[in-house]
């Protein structure tokens, strides 16, 4: 009786997910209630976890929870530390939610809200949660390693070498555009780049606190830091009203990327409990928060979706960045659906504190789904503020034509009624200067965010309260990826650097510490700089950019995992990892292609590069000009020149392991698996682990 009930709780929660869907995809005319979406994302999610996880972890992993894990055998209280699945599901996903799942559906919802929002739910099911728990349980088997060294043990020596390169050149990029994201949050915004600065020393407080003051007393730190942070959140608003304060705090954006670049320097080279671990656990703590709390809000307050399910710019003629639907609808979505950075993440971290291997399908596929959900919450968040206004936020000036009557005359004449007094009033409310032309997707995503949660408490007196809580949400969001980013990005620099010379190798090395982070964060604040003084705004081309490194770390990580797989015998299953594969070098190798070589000024870097050179000879640039446009001209060509190693350098991997799955097939070559040695576990089947993964 029990059985049955069950299978008919479960039909009725696949067909409610199931109308739900359908109703996204199909209703048409009316403004679409934004109720469905949380109802359809829950419902997937739940089916998904439910039924093809356990099939994954059933039928193609095998999970064996009698097999000690490598907290088990190497035990040492500071890297292998064995961590209760639950504190270390919080890790986990503190650690692999960054920028992408927040800016990357609010930027596609310029095509609508149909397309990105199918993606993130179908990619993450059968793609991005694949991906993880698959790389997740390979690490385990093999006493944590990386993706690189997978590579290198599974694939070949030289396509764990081109994997090691690549994954440090995508590092680079993905750091450049979170800061980018920050960078365009606070420009000009003395509120916001208050509250955002005072969460650098009160971090710096909690982590003297549990050092010295009361040690391992996490949670009830946090709360002090919680409190804290939000006492500053409202501090904002006393800073911005005091035109002394608000002149020191109002930055412009070359200003604000000097200090984001000085920030990562000092979070590499800090001891890691000083800066890094506080700030974990200030931002898991908003992060959790926030996001739950927008979808309670969104069931409590019902907005309507006021974008169109299709835009017109699905033809690749969009504002905030150019291209057609396809492929950078998917590009642009990366995070939300699948990511390839989670796999430095899913490898040689977290394997490394994991209990039982059954564990993995929780932590691995599990977080992926919140992760997705948060990107589900985003398209509403933009999608449920009129049109008009999103695109005012998002399109760069050299778009729209400036700001006030001519942008709104712009914009209205593509079809989204926008009056300039309507943007007025609105940076008004939020306490901003203005709000015209902040591209970058974080401050019209914290509108959106605000919105939604003035509608549950205080109306539109507390609106400017909740944008800057949503701006410093978003914010830590992204720096808690940029600092630890660039400490992981720090320990390959000395990898590679090792190679060469040895001491250099060594991780507690402070001269090597000190060169090290300088490397790296010169490598992607280069980047930065580009974007900040980008007429076009620098996500039109920094953010594809971005997108098309992270799908081509996820291909890596999925040809590493098919590898794997072959090589386990799993022939017969071998689709689920292959096809996601397959998918992902299909629609990143088309967008490298068109972002190397269209025509268009605003797709292609060579076009726009030749466009420019035009300009300068035809004499139309300003004498006082010509410097920085040649330096643009010189970026994008790079850009170009990046875009294209990139992927040759997979296009190669993914030679080397097709001739390695030819000779596996064809019985040319042994099939050598480099799994540890099973080794039973000596715990006991309700062993929890320890309370803090971290002490």
């Given at each position: 009786?029990?059985?049955?009930?069950?299978?008919?709780?479960?039909?009725?929660?696949?067909?409610l997910?199931?109308?739900?869907?359908?109703?996204?995809a199909?209703?048409?005319?009316?403004?679409?209630?934004?109720?469905?979406?949380?109802?359809?994302?829950?419902?997937?999610?739940?089916v998904?976890?439910r039924?093809?996880?356990?099939?994954?972890a059933?039928k193609?992993?095998?999970?064996?929870?009698?097999?000690?894990?490598?907290?088990?055998?190497?035990?040492?209280?500071?890297?292998?530390?064995?961590?209760?699945?639950?504190?270390?599901?919080?890790?986990?996903?503190?650690?692999?939610?960054?920028?992408?799942?927040?800016?990357?559906?609010?930027?596609?919802?310029?095509?609508?809200?149909?397309?990105?929002?199918?993606?993130?739910?179908?990619?993450?099911?059968?793609?991005?949660?694949?991906?993880?728990?698959?790389?997740?349980?390979?690490?385990?088997?093999?006493?944590?390693?990386?993706?690189?060294?997978?590579?290198?043990?599974?694939?070949?020596?030289?396509?764990?070498?081109?994997?090691?390169?690549?994954?440090?050149?995508?590092?680079?990029?993905?750091?450049?555009?979170?800061?980018?994201?920050?960078v365009?949050?606070?420009?000009s915004?003395?509120?916001?780049?208050?509250?955002?600065?005072?969460?650098?020393?009160?971090?710096?407080?909690?982590?003297?606190?549990?050092?010295f003051?009361?040690?391992?007393?996490?949670?009830?730190?946090?709360?002090?830091?919680?409190?804290?942070?939000?006492?500053?959140?409202?501090?904002?608003?006393?800073?911005?009203?005091?035109?002394?304060w608000?002149?020191?705090?109002?930055?412009?954006?070359v200003?604000?990327?000097?200090?984001i670049?000085?920030?990562?320097?000092?979070?590499?080279?800090?001891?890691?409990?000083?800066?890094?671990?506080?700030?974990?656990?200030?931002?898991?703590?908003?992060?959790?928060?926030?996001?739950?709390?927008l979808?309670?809000?969104?069931?409590?307050?019902?907005?309507?979706?006021?974008?169109?399910?299709?835009?017109?710019?699905?033809?690749?003629?969009?504002?905030?960045?150019?291209?057609?639907?396809?492929?950078?609808?998917?590009?642009?979505?990366?995070?939300?659906?699948?990511s390839?950075?989670?796999?430095?993440?899913?490898?040689?971290?977290?394997?490394?504190?994991?209990?039982?291997?059954?564990?993995?399908?929780?932590?691995?596929?599990?977080?992926?789904?919140?992760?997705?959900f948060?990107?589900?919450?985003?398209?509403?968040?933009?999608?449920?503020?009129?049109?008009?206004?999103?695109?005012?936020?998002?399109s760069?000036?050299?778009?729209?034509?400036?700001?006030?009557?001519?942008?709104?005359?712009?914009?209205?004449?593509w079809?989204?009624?926008?009056?300039?007094?309507?943007?007025?009033?609105?940076?008004?409310?939020?306490?901003e200067?203005?709000?015209?032309?902040?591209?970058?997707?974080?401050?019209?995503?914290?509108?959106?965010?605000?919105?939604?949660?003035?509608?549950?408490?205080?109306?539109?007196?507390?609106?400017?309260?909740?944008?800057?809580?949503?701006?410093?949400?978003?914010?830590?969001?992204i720096?808690?990826?940029?600092?630890?980013?660039?400490?992981?990005?720090?320990?390959?620099?000395?990898?590679?650097?090792?190679?060469?010379?040895?001491?250099?190798?060594?991780?507690?090395?402070?001269?090597g510490?000190?060169?090290?982070?300088?490397?790296?964060?010169?490598?992607?604040?280069?980047?930065?700089?580009?974007?900040?003084?980008?007429?076009?705004?620098?996500?039109?081309?920094?953010?594809?950019?971005?997108?098309?490194?992270?799908q081509l770390?996820?291909?890596?990580?999925?040809?590493?995992?098919?590898?794997?797989?072959?090589?386990?015998?799993?022939?017969?299953?071998?689709?689920?990892?292959?096809?996601?594969?397959a998918?992902?070098?299909?629609?990143?190798?088309?967008?490298?292609y068109?972002?190397?070589?269209?025509?268009?000024?605003?797709?292609?870097?060579?076009?726009?590069?030749?466009?420019?050179?035009?300009?300068?000879?035809?004499?139309?640039?300003?004498?006082?000009?010509?410097?920085?446009?040649?330096?643009?001209?010189?970026?994008?060509?790079?850009?170009?020149?990046?875009?294209?190693?990139?992927?040759?350098?997979?296009?190669?991997?993914i030679?080397?392991?097709?001739?390695?799955?030819?000779?596996?097939?064809?019985?040319?070559?042994?099939s050598?698996?480099?799994?540890?040695?099973?080794?039973?576990?000596?715990?006991?089947?309700?062993?929890?682990?320890?309370?803090?993964?971290?002490?």
């Amino acid at each position: 009786m029990k059985r049955i009930f069950g299978i008919a709780a479960w039909i009725v929660v696949a067909v409610l997910g199931a109308g739900a869907l359908g109703s996204i995809a199909l209703h048409r005319g009316e403004p679409l209630n934004a109720t469905w979406f949380v109802v359809a994302a829950v419902c997937c999610y739940l089916v998904a976890y439910r039924l093809y996880s356990a099939f994954v972890a059933a039928k193609i992993l095998a999970l064996d929870d009698t097999r000690a894990t490598p907290c088990e055998l190497h035990d040492d209280g500071r890297d292998f530390v064995p961590t209760n699945k639950w504190v270390l599901f919080g890790h986990h996903f503190a650690a692999i939610a960054g920028p992408g799942p927040l800016v990357g559906p609010t930027l596609a919802a310029q095509f609508g809200y149909l397309p990105g929002t199918l993606w993130l739910i179908a990619g993450a099911a059968f793609a991005g949660c694949v991906q993880d728990f698959v790389i997740l349980f390979c690490s385990i088997r093999r006493d944590g390693k990386s993706v690189g060294q997978m590579a290198r043990e599974e694939v070949s020596e030289r396509g764990g070498f081109i994997a090691q390169l690549a994954v440090l050149a995508i590092m680079t990029i993905l750091l450049a555009v979170i800061g980018l994201v920050v960078v365009n949050a606070l420009k000009s915004s003395p509120w916001a780049t208050f509250t955002l600065a005072m969460t650098i020393p009160i971090a710096l407080l909690l982590g003297v606190y549990l050092r010295f003051v009361r040690p391992g007393r996490v949670l009830e730190a946090s709360i002090m830091g919680v409190a804290l942070v939000l006492f500053v959140v409202v501090a904002g608003q006393w800073v911005a009203d005091s035109p002394s304060w608000s002149r020191v705090f109002t930055l412009g954006g070359v200003t604000l990327a000097f200090a984001i670049i000085a920030y990562g320097f000092t979070a590499s080279a800090l001891p890691v409990w000083l800066l890094l671990a506080p700030r974990d656990y200030l931002s898991a703590f908003i992060k959790a928060g926030a996001i739950f709390s927008l979808a309670a809000g969104i069931l409590f307050v019902r907005p309507q979706v006021l974008m169109p399910p299709l835009t017109r710019f699905v033809d690749g003629t969009g504002p905030v960045f150019a291209g057609k639907i396809f492929p950078f609808c998917f590009i642009t979505i990366a995070c939300g659906a699948i990511s390839g950075f989670h796999s430095l993440i899913s490898s040689g971290t977290t394997p490394k504190m994991i209990l039982r291997e059954s564990h993995a399908r929780f932590i691995g596929y599990g977080a992926m789904l919140l992760e997705s959900f948060v990107g589900v919450m985003a398209m509403v968040a933009a999608c449920a503020m009129p049109p008009g206004v999103y695109f005012a936020i998002n399109s760069p000036p050299s778009i729209v034509g400036g700001a006030g009557a001519s942008a709104a005359a712009t914009i209205s004449g593509w079809g989204y009624p926008l009056q300039a007094q309507t943007m007025t009033d609105l940076a008004h409310k939020v306490g901003e200067i203005t709000l015209w032309n902040r591209a970058g997707g974080a401050p019209s995503l914290a509108v959106g965010m605000a919105q939604i949660f003035s509608s549950t408490i205080g109306g539109e007196r507390l609106l400017s309260i909740w944008y800057h809580f949503a701006i410093m949400f978003e914010a830590l969001f992204i720096l808690t990826v940029l600092d630890a980013g660039t400490r992981v990005g720090r320990f390959m620099v000395q990898d590679l650097g090792g190679r060469v010379w040895k001491p250099f190798g060594r991780t507690g090395w402070m001269p090597g510490i000190l060169v090290s982070s300088a490397v790296i964060v010169a490598l992607w604040g280069y980047f930065l700089y580009q974007g900040v003084v980008d007429p076009l705004g620098g996500i039109n081309s920094l953010w594809p950019l971005f997108g098309i490194s992270n799908q081509l770390l996820a291909a890596v990580a999925l040809v590493v995992a098919t590898t794997i797989l072959m090589k386990m015998g799993r022939l017969r299953w071998i689709w689920v990892t292959l096809l996601p594969m397959a998918w992902l070098v299909t629609i990143t190798m088309t967008a490298s292609y068109q972002k190397i070589f269209d025509g268009d000024p605003r797709i292609g870097f060579l076009a726009y590069a030749k466009a420019l050179a035009a300009q300068i000879a035809a004499g139309k640039i300003p004498v006082e000009k010509i410097a920085e446009t040649q330096r643009l001209i010189f970026n994008q060509r790079l850009d170009a020149a990046v875009t294209a190693v990139l992927a040759i350098m997979i296009l190669v991997l993914i030679v080397e392991a097709a001739v390695d799955w030819y000779s596996i097939l064809s019985r040319r070559k042994e099939s050598m698996l480099h799994e540890s040695p099973y080794i039973a576990t000596r715990w006991a089947a309700n062993f929890s682990g320890v309370a803090h993964g971290d002490d």
